[in-house]
C-alpha cells in the first residue's frame, strides 16, 4: 500500500469510529460551525493544535504557517482573522509557537533560502528589537529559546495593532490574546503572554474612529 492510501484508509476507520461512539457525530458539526478559539501556530507536524489540546473538529479554527506569523500584509492570515473575529466571534486567539522552531532557528543564522528568507526576515526584525536581552544569554540554546518566546510575544502583539481586533474590542470586548509556546520534548504549553481586551498599548498603534 502506497503511504498517501493508508490515510484514506485511516480516515474510513476514524468516521466509522465517530459515529459508532456519536451517531449525531457527522450531523450536528454538518450545519454550524462556532469554534471559540482562533489557532494561530506553525505549520510543524509535530504541533497538532488538535491532538495536544484535546479538542474536536468544530473547536478551533485554525491557521498555520512557517514559525506562527502575523504578518500585517499577509492577505491569507487577515482573512482568517477578520472571519474568525467578526463572522465566528471567538472569544480566545491563541499564537503558538514550539522549542525548537526550524523557522526560527534558520532566521537566526545566515544561510540564504531564497525566497523564504522574506518571509523570515519578520524574525530577524524580532531579533533586532531585543537584541541586548537575547544577547545577554550566553548560550545558544538559550538564546534560540528566548527568541521563540519574543516572536510569540511579539506576534500576539501584532494581532492587537490590527484594526480587526481593536474594532472588536471596542464593540465586543473581545477577543483576548493569547501566547503560548510548545514544547516538543514533553508534550507541554507554556503560556508566555496574555493580552486582554482593551489593554493599553503603545497609543501610535490605535485606532480612534472604529
Ligand atoms: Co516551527
Redesign the pocket.
Known amino acids: 500500500m502506497k503511504s498517501f492510501e493508508k490515510l484514506l484508509l485511516e480516515n474510513k476507520a476514524w468516521a466509522a469510529e465517530r459515529i459508532e461512539e456519536d451517531p449525531e457525530f457527522f450531523h450536528r458539526l454538518e450545519n454550524i460551525q462556532r469554534p471559540e478559539f482562533l489557532w494561530i501556530g506553525?505549520?510543524?507536524s509535530r504541533?497538532p493544535a488538535n491532538e495536544i489540546t484535546g479538542t474536536q473538529p468544530g473547536e478551533i479554527f485554525v491557521h498555520r504557517n512557517?514559525?506562527?506569523l502575523v504578518v500585517h500584509t499577509d492577505l491569507n492570515l487577515l482573512s482568517v482573522l477578520e472571519y474568525a473575529v467578526h463572522v465566528l466571534e471567538v472569544k480566545h486567539i491563541i499564537v503558538c509557537?514550539?522549542y525548537g522552531?526550524?523557522?526560527?532557528k534558520a532566521a537566526i543564522g545566515h544561510h540564504s533560502m531564497g525566497t523564504i528568507n522574506k518571509w523570515l526576515r519578520n524574525i530577524k526584525d524580532v531579533y533586532r528589537l531585543h537584541q541586548t536581552e537575547i544577547e545577554s544569554l550566553t548560550d545558544d540554546d538559550s538564546q534560540l529559546d528566548k527568541l521563540i518566546e519574543l516572536n510569540v510575544k511579539e506576534q500576539v502583539l501584532n494581532l492587537a495593532k490590527t484594526s480587526i481586533v481593536q474594532k472588536s474590542w471596542k464593540h465586543h470586548n473581545r477577543p483576548s490574546l493569547h501566547g503560548w509556546v510548545y514544547r516538543l520534548s514533553d508534550g507541554i504549553l507554556h503560556p508566555v503572554e496574555l493580552i486582554e481586551p482593551n489593554s493599553p498599548m503603545d497609543h501610535i498603534y490605535e485606532y480612534d474612529n472604529l
Open positions: 506553525c505549520s510543524d504541533v512557517i514559525a506562527n509557537g514550539h522552531c526550524g523557522g526560527v
